[in-house]
C-alpha cells in the first residue's frame, strides 16, 4: 500500500549530492567480505536515488570497488589525512560509515573528532555519531543502559593495570576481559588469575586505551538480534540468532543458527522488546546489532553488546532471511520510513515486516589455524575464524550437515571427518576447532549427551541434534542392506552418496543411480520472506530431502550455471567472489540466464539480485549435479571460484555435464604436476628440476643430487597449503608426511628451490588456444614468498623487456597446447634473463581483480564471454602506462596468538590492498600505508641475520640514519651499524641474552615505532629463536614489522624518498590514473 | 516423563482431493477441521491454547515442533483448542529448563494428534492457492478416503458458543476504580492480564449474555478475540449496537473488531487464507507508525461498507485489509490484531493503554 504523503520520511538528500562511502580496506580476522555486500548494497541504494557516489577503499579485489558501483572510486589508505584530503577534494555533502565494518566507523568517529566533517560541511548519515560512540564506550554504554533498567553485564572499565586488578578481585575470578574499540573481540577473553589478567592487560593496553573487566557468564545462551529503525521511530528486528555455543565463545567462532531454537516465546518476545528499547534510546537509525547473555533457568539476560552498524551477523542476517538489510538501512539514511519501503523479494508487501522463516539456517565458521606454525587450536572469546559458510535446510540435522561438508576441510559430514582426536573430553570441555567433530566422536563412543552437555554447556537441543545424526550412522553401520526407507532417512538426516556409500562398499555414483531409481531425490525450495504466505517471485534457492514438491521448474535453455568459490580461507577470498560476479555480469549481458551457486554468507555473488537464480549450497560434486539435474543449464562455469570448483571440473565433465571453456583434460595436464612437467619439457620450456615424490628414499636421493634447499608441495591445492623449502633432511622427512596429509588423492612434488630468484605472474585471458589479453605483475620479495603474501607491481618495473618478451612466447605456447579459452595464471621464476615456469592455473586468479583494475580491462568479463563464443580479440594495452598499481598483504597475525609472522611459501595473509601511484615508491608505500602499515617517525629496530644481508642492507641503514631515525639494533647488527658503517646505535639485549631491558621490553614500552628483522636463513625451523619472539612480540603490540630482505630494501627506499621530497602520497582518484570507461 | 507411544503413520486428507502422509504423534485419534496455516516461528504452546483456533488443523510452515517442550502452566486458556497439528520435523529431545513434558505428549493428554514428516511449505502454498478448506487426519497404514459430505465445515458451526465461558466470573472489581464489562468470545488469557496489570475490574461475560442493563455500572466494554464467522452472531452484534448508542467507551481485539464492524453497519468477509502470524505489520492512520502484530483471523471487515462516522485506524501494509476502525466522534476502537500478544511481538500492548485513557 502507498504511505499517504504526510507520512513520508523526511528526505535527508536531493538528487545529484554527493555522499563519501568509506570501505573496510583488506581483509582481516574478523572483517571480511560481509563489508563488500554492505558497501555494495549502500552504493546500489544511493544511486537508485540518484545521488553521486564516492568511495574510499583500497581492497581492489571488492565488487564496491567496480567502475559501475560507485561514481569515484578512490584506492586509498582508510586514514584521517588521506580521507580529509578527499573530503577537501570532492566536497561531499553527507558522509556515511557504517557500511565499512569497524574500520569505517572508527575512521568516521575520527574525522569528527578532527573538525575535518564541520570544517567542510559535511553530515553523517544514517546512526548519528553520539549514539555511535554511546556503544563503543562501554563504560558510557552501560551506564546509557542502566538508565532504562536494561541489564548489562557488570563491567568496570580501566585504563591501568592497576585499576584492572582491582576491578578483577571485586568480580572473582574468572573474569572477562574486552576491549573498547576493537573489532572481533580483539583483546578479549577470560581470565582466570591476577597473573593472566596482567599479561592480557599489557598487551591490550598496547592497542587500545579502555578494557573491560567484566562478569563471567559461563553457561550462558548467547543470542543476537538484528534491528531495524527509521527516523519516524518505526523499529523491526529482522532476525534473531542463537549460538551453538554457549558464552566465551565469541559469536565469530560459533556456530550459529537462525532463527533461535530453544527459546520460549517469553523470551524470544522479552529480548526483542529489550532491542527496541535500547535502540530506541540511543537513537539508532539504520541498522543495528545487539547481543545478549541469556540465563534460561532464571530468565536473567545481560546485554553483551550493540554494533550501531551494519557487521558480519547483519550480513548473515540478510542472506538468512532475504531482507536487505544492508540496502534497507541506506534507504533510512536518505529519510524513508519502514512502510515506505518495499520487500524486494516479493514486490508488494512490506519491509515494515519481521520475516517468517521456513527452514532452519546454519553458520559454521572455518579456521586455518594449522597453517599458522605453533598457533593454538583453542578458540574463545576472541575471533580466529577466517571465513564461514552457510547452510540452508528444513532440519537442523540437514543443515548441519551441509555447513561441515560446504566449509571443505575434507569432512564428508558430521561422522566423517579428518581430524584425529586423542582427546575428545578435552577439545570439549576446551572448544578448538575441532569441538564439533570431539563431541561427535563422542557421541559414537556412546557418552551421553548429559555428560556433554556438562563439559561444554552446549544446549542439549543441539546434542540431541548431533546425536539424531550420529543414531542414524549406527544405523547404517550395522545395516546389512540399503533399504530405500534407511537410503531416504540418511539424506533426510544431511549425509552424502560417498559417506553412505562408504558403509555398503558403493561409491557415491552408485548410490546417487540407486536414489534416482527409487525417487529420492532432494527438492527446490524458495526462500521467500513469508514462509509461503504470499506468492513471491524470489530467485533465492534451496535444496533439501525434506520435501515432495519443487519451488521451481528447469529455467531457460542457454543459463549458465556459475559455481562460486565457498567459505573463504586463507589464499581463497573475496577476489574469487568478485570473479564470479563479473562472470554472472557477462553472462546477463548475453541475455542468457546466470545460475549462481556458492554457500558463503559473506559474499556479494550470493545477494539474490545479482543473478537470475540463486542456490545457497554445497559446492560438492553431488549437489552439483542435483543443482544440475534439476535446472539442465547449457553449460557450468568452474573457473571464476578457486580451486574448489576448479576440483570440480573434470568430475563434472566425466559425468556429462558440459564445462564452459578449456577442457578438463586440459585443466588436468596443467594441475597434475606429472603431467604439467611432461608438457613444459615437451615444449622445452625451463622449469626448476622436479620429481613426484614415490617414496621417501627417492625423495632423499633427490634432494641430496639437486642440492638443498628443496621445494615440496601437494598438486591441486592452493595458498600452498603444507608447502615447505626444507633445508636439510629433517625437514624433508617432516614435510613430506604433511604435504602427503593434506593431498591424500593427489601426488607430492618435490622441486629445486631457487634462491634469488624474482618473481613474475602473467594473468590472462586467452580465447581457442590464442593469447587475447595479459597483465604482468611482478614480486618485490624475492621466490620463497608465497605469491598470496607478496608485495606486487604492475605493470613491472625491474624486469628486462628481454624477460617479459620471453615470458610472454613461452606463455603463447603453452596456451596453444592447452587449447585455452578463458582465464589464465602462469608464474615465472626469473634469474637475471633466465627465466623457469613454476606453475600454471587454468582458472581466475587471486590476482585477477588486480590486473583488471589496475588496467580497466574487465578480463574475467571477457574470459566468460569468450567461454560463451563471443570474439573478444582486440588491442589491449597493459604495458604501456603512466602509473603503477602495488598490491600489498593484510596480514591478521595479532589474532593468531604463537604464529609466526614471517613471509613463507605458505601463505598466511587475510586479505590485499592495493594503490595507484606516479612513481613506483609512492604506490609501493601508498598500499602498505592502506595494509595498516604506519611511517615510522622517530626509532626503529634492526637485526639481521647474517653477514651477506648486513652488507647488502649497509647503504639502506644509513638512509635511515640520514632521514633522522634513531636506530636501535641487536648485538651483531648493532656492532655492524657502529663499527663498519660509523654510525650511532643503540644496542639491544635479545630476550636469550638479558632476561629483563631486552627487545621485549624496548617494544612493550613502545620504544621503536617499527622493526626491520631479516631472519637466518631457514624460517621454518627456528621457531623459538629470538627472531621469533621479537616479531610476535611486535605484533602483539602493535609494532610495525617488516620481515623481508626485498621489502625492506624496497620500503626505506620508500620513506627515504618521501622524506627528500622526490615525490608526495598523491590522492587521486582511480579514473584520474587510469582513463574512465566508455 | 511418559513413555511416547510408537509412531504410526497418519495422512491428511483435504477436500479438494490432495493428500499428505506423515508420522503421528501426541494422540493417535482421527480428527478433522479447517486446515490454516500460520507462520509464526516461535509460541506454539501459546498458539495451541488459543481459543479462536477452535475447530482448526494447524499447519506450522516453521519446520521444527516442540523444540522446548511443554511448561507446566497452561497458556492462553485452560485447553488446546487446534484440533490437531502439521508440522515437518517434530522432536521429542526437547530442551528447556522450565519445560514439564514433551509437546507429544502433552497433546496426548488433551486427546489431540498431530502429523510430522510433511512437505508443510508445499501445503502451505496449496492453501494460499486455493483457500483454506476442511481437512481429515487419518492414522494408519493405507487410510481410507474419508467421505467428505459428512464432514461438517466448523465455519458453519457456532464455535464461539464452544469455546465462550458459560458462567460469568469477576476480577478485582472490588478495589478497582474503573471496571469494564468483558465479552469472552473465546479470550486469550493476556487479555484478561493486561487489563488486571492495569488495575482495571473485570466482569467476564459469555458472549451471549445480556449486559445492556449492567453497562450504567461500567466505565467501559470490551469484546474479545473468538473463532468462526462473526455474521453468526447476532446476539452479540444486537447487544453491541445498543451499548454504542450509549456512548460508553468499547475497545473490541480480533473477532471482537469485527463484530464492532457489524454493529457499526459495517460488513465483514471471508479471506482467503486468513492471516496467522507474527510478523503483520500495520500501520496506523492518524500517526503513521508501523507496527508489528500477531494475527490470527480468518475474517476481515469490510472497508467499502464502513459508515460515514467511522474510520479505518489501521491498515495492513502487505496487503491493505482493515486492521482497525474507530469511531470519529465516539470512544469507540477496535483492532483485528492481537496487541496483547503471546505468542508474538510486544508493540502495541499500549493500546490497552488508549482504551483506558478513553475511560479514565
Given at each position: 500500500?502507498t504511505i499517504?504523503?504526510k507520512?513520508?520520511g ?5 538528487k545529484?549530492?554527493k ?6 580496506g583488506g581483509?582481516?580476522i574478523g ?7 554492505s558497501?555494495?548494497?549502500?552504493i546500489k541504494?544511493?544511486k537508485?536515488?540518484g545521488i553521486?557516489t564516492?568511495?574510499?577503499?583500497p581492497?581492489i579485489?571488492?565488487?564496491q ?6 561514481d569515484r572510486v578512490?584506492?586509498l589508505?582508510?586514514t584521517v589525512?588521506v580521507?580529509?584530503e ?6 561531499p555533502?553527507?558522509l556515511l560509515?557504517s557500511?565499512?565494518?569497524?574500520t569505517a566507523?572508527n ?7 578532527a573538525?575535518?566533517l ?7 548519515l544514517g546512526?548519528?555519531t553520539s549514539a555511535?560512540?554511546?556503544?563503543e ?6 551506564q546509557e543502559?542502566?538508565?532504562?533498567g536494561?541489564?548489562v ?6 585504563t591501568n593495570i592497576?585499576d ?14 574486552r576491549?573498547?574499540f576493537?573489532?572481533g573481540?580483539k583483546g578479549s577473553?577470560?581470565?582466570n588469575s591476577?597473573?593472566e589478567l596482567i599479561?592480557?592487560?599489557q598487551e ?6 579502555q578494557?573491560l ?6 553457561g550462558?545462551?548467547e543470542i543476537?538480534?538484528e534491528v ?14 542463537e ?5 566465551g565463545v565469541?559469536?565469530?567462532e560459533?556456530?550459529v543458527i ?7 516465546n517469553?523470551?524470544?518476545?522479552m529480548?526483542?522488546?529489550?532491542a527496541?528499547k535500547?535502540?530506541r534510546?540511543?537513537?539508532v ?5 545487539i547481543?545478549?547473555?541469556?540465563n534460561?533457568?532464571?530468565?536473567e539476560?545481560r546485554v553483551?553488546?550493540v554494533?550501531a552498524?551494519?557487521s558480519?551477523?547483519?550480513a548473515?542476517?540478510s542472506k538468512?532471511?532475504?531482507?536487505p ?12 520510513t519502514l512502510p515506505?519501503?518495499k520487500n524486494a523479494m516479493?514486490g508488494v508487501?512490506?519491509a515494515?515486516?519481521?520475516?517468517a522463516?521456513?527452514?532452519?539456517v546454519i ?5 586455518d589455524l594449522?597453517k ?12 580466529k ?13 540437514e543443515?548441519?550437515?551441509k ?6 576441510i575434507?569432512?564428508?559430514g558430521?561422522?566423517?571427518?579428518p581430524h ?6 578435552d577439545?570439549i570441555?576446551f572448544?578448538t576447532?575441532?569441538r564439533?567433530?570431539a563431541?561427535a566422536?563422542?557421541l ?5 549427551v548429559?555428560k556433554?552437555?556438562?563439559l ?7 546434542l540431541n541434534g548431533?546425536?539424531?545424526i550420529?543414531?542414524?550412522h549406527?544405523?547404517?553401520?550395522s545395516a546389512k542392506?540399503l ?8 539424506k533426510?538426516h544431511?549425509?552424502s552418496?560417498?559417506?553412505i556409500?562408504?558403509?555398503f562398499k ?5 548410490i ?8 529420492i531425490?532432494?527438492?527446490v525450495?524458495r526462500i ?5 504466505e504470499f ?9 533439501t530431502?525434506h520435501g515432495?514438491e ?6 531457460s ?5 556459475v559455481?562460486?568459490g565457498?567459505?573463504y580461507?586463507?589464499?581463497?577470498s ?8 563479473e562472470?554472472?555480469?557477462a553472462i546477463?549481458?548475453k541475455k542468457?540466464?546466470?545460475i ?7 559474499t556479494?555473488?550470493?545477494d539474490y539480485?545479482?543473478?537470475d537464480r ?5 559446492l560438492?560434486?553431488e549437489r552439483v549435479?542435483?543443482?544440475?539435474d534439476?535446472e539442465?543449464?547449457?553449460?557450468v562455469i568452474?573457473?571464476?571460484g578457486?580451486q574448489?570448483p576448479?576440483?570440480l571440473?573434470?568430475p ?8 564452459l571453456?578449456t577442457?578438463p ?8 604436476r606429472?603431467?604439467f612437467?611432461q608438457?613444459l619439457d615437451?615444449?622445452?620450456v625451463?622449469?626448476?628440476e622436479w620429481?613426484?615424490?614415490a617414496?621417501?628414499?627417492d625423495?632423499?636421493?633427490f634432494a641430496?643430487r ?7 608441495r601437494p598438486?591441486?591445492v592452493?595458498?600452498?597449503a603444507?608447502?615447505n623449502?626444507a ?11 604433511e604435504?602427503a596429509?593434506v593431498s591424500k ?7 629445486k ?9 602473467i594473468?590472462?585471458?586467452?580465447q ?5 589479453i595479459y597483465?604482468l605483475t611482478?614480486?618485490?620479495e624475492?621466490a620463497?614468498?608465497h605469491s598470496?603474501?607478496?608485495t606486487i607491481?604492475?605493470?613491472p ?5 628481454e624477460t ?5 612466447h613461452?606463455t ?8 585455452i579459452?578463458?582465464p589464465?595464471?602462469?608464474?615465472f621464476?626469473?634469474?637475471?634473463n633466465?627465466?623457469?615456469v613454476i606453475?600454471?592455473?587454468?582458472r581466475?586468479s ?6 583488471s583494475?589496475?588496467t580497466?580491462y574487465p578480463?574475467?568479463?571477457m574470459a566468460t564471454?569468450a ?6 580479440h582486440?588491442?589491449?594495452n597493459t604495458l604501456d602506462?603512466?602509473y603503477v598499481?602495488v ?7 595479532s589474532r593468531i596468538?604463537?604464529a ?5 611459501v605458505?601463505m598466511g595473509?587475510t586479505?590485499?590492498?592495493?594503490t595507484?601511484g606516479?612513481?613506483?615508491?609512492e604506490?609501493v608505500?601508498?598500499s602498505?600505508?592502506a595494509?595498516?602499515f604506519r611511517?615510522?617517525?622517530?626509532n626503529?629496530l634492526?637485526?639481521?641475520g647474517g653477514?651477506k644481508a ?12 640520514k632521514?633522522?631515525?634513531?636506530l636501535y639494533?641487536?648485538?651483531h647488527?648493532a656492532?655492524f651499524?657502529r663499527?663498519?658503517?660509523g ?6 639485549a ?6 629483563t631491558d631486552n627487545?621485549?621490553s624496548?617494544?612493550q614500552?613502545g620504544g621503536v ?6 631472519p637466518t636463513?631457514?624460517?621454518?625451523t627456528?621457531?623459538?629463536?629470538n627472531?621469533?619472539?621479537m616479531r610476535r612480540a611486535?605484533i602483539?603490540?602493535?609494532v610495525?614489522l617488516i620481515?623481508n630482505?626485498q621489502?625492506t630494501?624496497t620500503?626505506i627506499m620508500?620513506l627515504y ?5 622526490e615525490y ?6 582511480w579514473?584520474e ?6 | 516423563?511418559k513413555k ?11 477436500q ?10 501426541g494422540?493417535?485419534k ?7 496455516f500460520a ?7 501459546e ?8 475447530g482448526?488443523i494447524?499447519?506450522?510452515t516453521?519446520?521444527?515442533m516442540g523444540?522446548y517442550?511443554v511448561?507446566e502452566?497452561?497458556?492462553?486458556s ?5 484440533r490437531?497439528v502439521?508440522c515437518q520435523?517434530?522432536t ?6 522450565h519445560?514439564?513434558?514433551s ?6 493428554d488433551n486427546d489431540?494428534?498431530g502429523?510430522s514428516?510433511?512437505d508443510t511449505r508445499a ?7 486455493t483457500?483454506?478448506?476442511?481437512g ?7 487410510p481410507?478416503k474419508?467421505?467428505f459430505k459428512?464432514i461438517?465445515?466448523p ?6 458458543d464452544?469455546v ?10 472490588q478495589?478497582?476504580?474503573t471496571?469494564?464489562l468483558l465479552?469472552?468470545c473465546?479470550?486469550?488469557n493476556?487479555?484478561?492480564?493486561e487489563f488486571?496489570k492495569?488495575d482495571?475490574g473485570v466482569?467476564r461475560?459469555?458472549?451471549n449474555y445480556?449486559y445492556?442493563a449492567?453497562l450504567?455500572?461500567?466505565d467501559?466494554l470490551?469484546v474479545?478475540?473468538?473463532p468462526?464467522?462473526?455474521a453468526t ?5 444486537g447487544?453491541?449496537?445498543d451499548?454504542m448508542?450509549?456512548?460508553?467507551p ?9 463484530l464492532m464492524?457489524?454493529?457499526?453497519g459495517a460488513k465483514?468477509y471471508k479471506l482467503k487464507y ?5 510478523n ?10 508501523c507496527?508489528?502484530t500477531?494475527?490470527n483471523h480468518g ?7 464502513l459508515?460515514k462516522?467511522w474510520?479505518?485506524w489501521?491498515y495492513n ?7 482497525g476502525?474507530?469511531?470519529k466522534t465516539k470512544p469507540?476502537?477496535?483492532?483485528q490484531?492481537?496487541?496483547e500478544?503471546?505468542p508474538?511481538?510486544e508493540?502495541?500492548?499500549f493500546?490497552?493503554?488508549e482504551f483506558l485513557?478513553r475511560i479514565?
Open positions: 500500500m499517504p504523503k507520512f513520508q523526511q528526505r535527508t538528500m536531493k545529484g549530492q555522499a563519501l562511502i568509506l570501505g573496510s581483509l582481516k572483517q571480511a567480505g560481509e563489508f563488500d555486500y558497501g555494495s548494497q549502500c541504494a544511493l537508485e536515488e553521486a564516492v568511495l574510499v577503499n581492497n579485489a571488492t565488487v570497488t567496480n567502475d559501475d558501483m560507485a578512490y584506492f589508505p582508510l589525512d580521507v580529509t578527499v573530503i577537501e577534494k570532492e566536497k555533502d553527507v560509515l557500511f565499512g565494518g569497524q566507523l575512521l568516521g568517529l575520527a574525522l569528527e573528532d573538525g575535518v564541520k570544517k567542510h560541511k559535511v553530515k553523517i546512526t548519528p555511535i560512540r554511546m556503544t564506550d562501554r563504560d558510557l554504554f552501560a543502559l542502566r538508565k532504562i536494561v541489564d553485564a557488570e563491567s568496570y572499565a580501566v592497576e584492572g586488578k582491582k576491578a578483577a578481585k571485586k568480580l572473582g575470578y574468572p573474569v572477562m576481559i576491549a573498547a576493537a573489532l573481540g577473553g577470560r581470565v591476577e597473573p599479561t592480557m592487560l591490550g593496553f598496547a592497542n587500545v586505551p578494557i573487566v567484566e562478569e563471567y557468564l559461563k550462558w545462551k543476537e538480534y531495524v529503525r527509521d527516523a519516524a521511530d518505526n523499529c523491526v528486528t529482522v532476525c534473531n540468532m549460538n551453538f555455543d554457549a558464552m565469541h559469536t565469530g560459533s556456530i537462525a532463527p533461535s531454537q530453544t527459546l520460549s517469553r523470551e524470544y518476545q529480548l526483542r522488546t529489550v527496541q535500547v535502540v534510546h540511543l537513537g537509525v539504520g541498522e543495528c546489532n547481543q545478549y547473555a541469556l534460561a533457568v532464571t530468565g539476560y553483551i553488546e554494533n552498524r551494519l558480519r551477523s547483519s548473515l542476517a538468512a532471511t532475504g531482507y538489510l544492508a540496502w534497507v538501512a541506506a534507504k533510512i539514511g536518505l529519510g524513508y515506505e519501503i516479493t508487501t512490506s515494515a515486516f519481521e520475516p522463516l521456513d527452514y532452519v553458520k559454521m565458521p572455518r579456521w594449522q599458522f606454525k605453533a598457533s593454538s587450536r583453542r578458540i574463545g572469546t576472541e575471533m575464524s577466517v571465513g564461514e559458510v552457510m547452510a540452508i535446510g528444513r532440519t537442523f540435522e543443515a548441519l550437515q555447513a561441515i561438508r560446504s566449509i571443505s575434507g569432512a564428508d558430521l561422522t566423517s571427518h584425529e582426536i586423542d582427546r575428545p573430553f577439545e570441555e572448544p576447532d575441532r564439533l567433530y563431541i566422536d563422542a559414537l563412543a556412546g557418552t551421553d548429559a556433554i552437555n556438562k561444554s554447556d552446549i544446549d542439549p537441543w543441539f548431533l546425536k539424531r550420529v543414531d542414524v549406527k544405523q547404517l553401520k542392506v533399504t530405500p526407507e534407511l537410503l531416504k532417512t540418511a533426510q544431511g549425509f552418496d560417498k559417506q556409500g562408504g558403509f558403493q561409491s557415491a555414483d552408485d546417487r543411480a540407486l536414489r534416482k531409481k527409487k525417487g531425490v532432494p527438492v525450495k521467500d520472506t513469508l514462509a509461503g506468492p513471491a517471485q524470489s530467485n533465492y534457492l534451496y535444496m530431502y515432495t519443487n519451488d521451481v521448474v528447469a529455467g535453455k542457454d543459463a549458465v550455471m559455481l562460486g565457498g567459505s580461507r586463507i589464499g581463497s573475496v577476489e574469487f567472489d568478485w570473479c564470479s560476479v562472470a554472472i555480469k546477463q549481458s542468457r540466464q546466470a549462481m551457486v556458492n554457500c558463503n554468507p559473506e556479494v555473488s550470493t539480485d545479482m543473478c540463486l542456490y545457497f549450497e554445497e560438492t560434486l549435479l542435483d543443482i544440475h534439476v539442465k543449464p547449457a553449460g568452474v573457473s571464476m578457486g574448489i576448479n576440483n571440473a573434470m563434472l565433465m566425466e559425468r556429462k555435464v558440459k564445462i571453456g577442457d583434460h586440459n585443466i588436468d595436464r596443467a594441475e597434475d606429472k603431467k612437467s608438457l615437451r615444449l622445452n625451463v622449469q626448476p620429481k613426484e615424490l617414496a621417501l628414499s625423495a632423499k636421493a641430496k639437486v642440492g638443498y634447499p628443496v621445494l615440496i598438486s591441486y592452493l595458498s600452498g603444507a608447502m623449502i633445508h636439510n633432511e629433517d625437514a624433508l622427512t617432516q614435510f613430506l608426511k604435504a596429509d588423492e593427489h601426488p607430492v612434488v618435490i622441486t628451490f631457487m634462491e634469488d630468484a624474482r618473481e613474475i605472474e594473468d590472462g585471458v586467452a581457442n588456444g590464442e593469447l587475447v597483465a611482478e614480486h618485490v624475492n620463497g614468498v598470496g603474501d607478496a607491481a604492475t605493470p618495473q625491474k624486469s628486462y623487456l617479459v618478451r620471453r615470458m610472454k613461452v603463447r605456447e603453452i596456451i596453444a597446447q592447452l587449447e579459452t578463458g589464465f595464471n602462469i608464474q621464476l626469473a634469474k637475471r633466465e627465466i623457469s606453475e600454471l592455473n587454468l581466475a587471486r590476482s585477477m581483480p588486480f590486473v583494475k589496475a580497466k578480463m574475467i568479463q564471454r567461454m560463451l563464443g563471443d570474439d573478444i582486440g588491442n589491449y602506462v603512466d598499481v598490491k600489498a598483504p593484510q596480514f591478521s597475525y596468538k604463537g609466526d609472522p614471517v613471509l613463507y605458505e595473509s586479505g590485499e590492498v592495493a595507484f606516479r612513481y613506483y615508491r604506490a608505500l601508498k602498505l600505508l595494509a595498516d611511517i615510522p617517525k622517530k626503529v634492526l637485526s639481521i653477514d648486513k652488507q647488502e642492507l649497509a647503504p639502506y641503514i644509513k638512509k635511515l640514519h632521514m633522522g631515525l634513531h639494533a641487536t648485538k647488527t656492532q651499524i663499527y663498519d658503517l654510525l650511532p646505535v643503540t644496542e639491544v635479545k630476550m636469550s641474552e638479558r632476561a627487545t621485549l624496548l617494544i614500552d615505532d617499527c622493526i626491520f628483522n631479516i636463513i631457514d624460517p621454518s627456528d621457531d623459538l629463536s627472531g621469533f619472539l611486535a602483539d603490540h602493535n610495525q620481515a630482505m621489502l630494501k620500503v620508500a624518498d618521501l622524506y627528500t621530497g608526495t602520497l598523491e590522492v587521486k582518484a579514473d590514473y587510469v582513463r574512465p570507461t566508455k | 516423563m511416547r507411544i510408537a509412531s504410526i503413520p497418519a495422512t491428511l486428507f483435504l479438494d482431493g490432495h493428500r499428505f502422509t506423515g508420522q503421528g504423534f494422540s493417535q482421527n480428527t478433522d477441521g479447517e486446515v490454516v507462520t509464526g516461528m516461535v509460541g506454539y504452546p498458539s495451541f491454547t488459543d481459543p479462536s483456533f477452535e482448526q494447524f499447519v506450522a516453521f519446520p521444527l523444540n517442550g511448561p502452566h497452561p497458556f492462553e485452560d485447553a488446546v483448542h487446534i490437531a502439521v520435523q517434530y521429542e529431545d526437547y530442551s528447556h529448563p519445560a514439564k513434558q509437546l507429544s505428549d502433552w497433546l496426548a489431540i494428534p502429523i514428516g510433511i501445503l502451505t502454498q496449496h492453501l494460499r492457492e483457500g483454506n478448506q476442511v481429515v487426519i487419518v492414522f494408519g497404514n493405507n481410507k474419508p467421505d459428512k461438517v465445515d465455519n458453519t458451526l457456532n464455535l464461539v464452544v465462550s465461558p458459560k458462567e460469568v466470573q469477576e476480577y478485582n472489581m478495589n478497582a476504580e471496571k469494564i465479552v469472552d473465546g479470550m486469550k493476556n487479555i484478561l492480564q488486571l492495569r482495571v466482569k461475560v459469555p458472549w445480556d445492556r449492567e450504567k455500572d461500567f467501559g470490551f474479545s478475540n473468538g468462526g464467522d462473526p452472531l447476532t446476539e452479540t452484534v447487544y453491541l449496537r451499548a448508542k450509549t456512548g460508553l468499547i475497545f473490541g481485539i480480533c473477532l471482537g473488531s469485527q464492524g457489524l454493529a457499526s465483514t486468513g492471516h496467522r502470524s507474527q503483520q505489520p500495520c500501520i496506523d492512520t492518524t500517526t503513521g507508525r507496527y508489528l500477531t494475527q475474517f476481515a471487515v469490510d472497508e467499502k461498507t459508515k462516522d474510520n479505518v489501521f501494509a502487505n496487503d491493505g485489509s482493515v486492521e476502525i474507530y469511531h469507540f476502537i477496535s483492532v490484531f492481537h496487541p500478544s503471546t508474538g511481538p508493540d502495541t500492548t493500546l490497552f493503554d485513557k479514565r
